[in-house]
């Protein structure tokens, strides 16, 4: 009896036991391994894998990427103010000095359609090179926090129209989802913290502003101005703080949307790499290929050295070579194929273990034998030589 045959009787023996004898089974622990492997396969369809570079990308094409709304405002009103602090007194004389010409001169020649249109077209030019600064400063600003927060990304898809918008139901859904819930509490929580803040600096100030009225006007607006912009830059620093850790959840809940399953991260893999079977065949081919193509050059070989039976080497010869070279070599299969295509173009086969074992695992195909192989593969060589002129059987036993 062989030991493939034994190991079969005993598998049968015991599967038949496994199954006869269910007294034996205890049920708890087949409870517990049927829950175990139902939970391995739950385990398949749960998103626990971390979002591939490839999904990443993939998602970013899609415009689905991290971005805080709140961090865009935030810096957009702190570019505001702040060029408005920094130029606040060319903005104020450029409409104030306007504004008092304007009424100083308004008496003048009675005011027709032609005055009229003047004084527009110069309202219009005063407001623009006052707020044309904010302007710019407010775009750089905006231009530098999306970049910052997505780089630059061009993606059309989030403009493209889909009918599942129109979807009422789908609406509601979304109106009503997880997500929904969570921008309710976010504006909320924001509502609250930046009506503290206000309340504890305006607690302090409006005691004293009924006072503006026995200050001249010039002075007055000033002290308002400056009040607005601290109470203004320590709302904007609340709002920049909250929208860092805004930005922080978005982050955060864009890997979740984009978590993976164990599955999906072989699909992609196989995507990337290759399906394992196909590159498996694809290699099969080539050392087919490879195969056919070595033997085919047995033929051109001068001698077959082997150990005899595991390894076969061939070997050519010609003049003006440096040394003899490798044509084909193999083991098992390979050398019995090797052989019979030498006894097919009666190519001598001479036995010779080292050496064979030596050329085989030294030396690549189609590379020449080293130096220090060149005694033993000429004595081969001469041999063989010795052996066409003599016409003596072609097998030799060294």
Aim: charged fraction near 25%; include cysteine.
């Amino acid at each position: 009896m062989t030991c493939t045959q034994a190991f079969r009787r005993r598998l049968n023996s015991f599967l038949h036991k496994k199954f006869d004898d269910e007294s034996t089974i205890d049920l708890s622990t087949q409870r517990s391994i049927d829950l175990t492997f139902d939970l391995q396969r739950f385990a398949e369809g749960d998103k626990t894998e971390e979002p591939t570079s490839k999904r990443r990308e993939d998602a970013r094409k899609k415009g689905q990427i991290a971005k805080s709304q709140e961090l865009n405002t935030a810096f957009v009103l702190l570019a505001g103010f702040l060029v408005i602090k920094l130029l606040w007194e060319y903005m104020y004389f450029n409409v104030a000095d306007y504004s008092a010409y304007v009424f100083s001169h308004l008496h003048e020649n009675g005011t027709t359609i032609e005055d009229v249109m003047k004084i527009f077209l110069d309202v219009v030019q005063v407001m623009v090179t006052t707020a044309f600064p904010v302007m710019i400063g407010v775009l750089i600003f905006a231009l530098g926090i999306n970049l910052y927060q997505v780089g630059f990304m061009v993606s059309m898809e989030k403009l493209e129209p889909k009918l599942s918008n129109l979807n009422p139901i789908n609406g509601f859904g979304r109106l009503f989802s997880k997500r929904a819930l969570v921008e309710l509490i976010k504006s909320l929580f924001k509502i609250i913290v930046i009506g503290f803040f206000l309340y504890l600096y305006l607690k302090d100030e409006i005691p004293f502003m009924p006072y503006f009225i026995y200050y001249d006007l010039e002075y007055s607006l000033a002290e308002i101005a400056d009040k607005i912009f601290v109470m203004s830059f320590q709302v904007i620093t609340v709002i920049i703080v909250l929208a860092a850790a805004d930005y922080a959840y978005q982050r955060w809940q864009t890997t979740q949307d984009l978590m993976m399953t164990k599955q999906e991260v072989k699909d992609e893999y196989k995507q990337m790499e290759g399906d394992p079977q196909i590159k498996g065949k694809i290699k099969q081919k080539q050392r087919q290929m490879a195969m056919a193509r070595m033997m085919l050059e047995v033929p051109k070989a001068d001698v077959i050295v082997t150990n005899p039976t595991h390894l076969a080497v061939a070997l050519m010869y010609k003049k003006g070579m440096v040394a003899p070279k490798i044509l084909a070599k193999g083991q098992d299969l390979v050398a019995e194929k090797i052989k019979a295509a030498a006894r097919e173009h009666r190519i001598p086969i001479v036995e010779n273990k080292p050496l064979a074992r030596a050329l085989y695992e030294t030396v690549e195909i189609g590379d020449i034998v080293p130096q220090d192989l060149y005694q033993a593969v000429a004595e081969v060589l001469a041999y063989v030589y010795r052996l066409k002129n003599k016409k003596v059987p072609t097998t030799r036993r060294n």
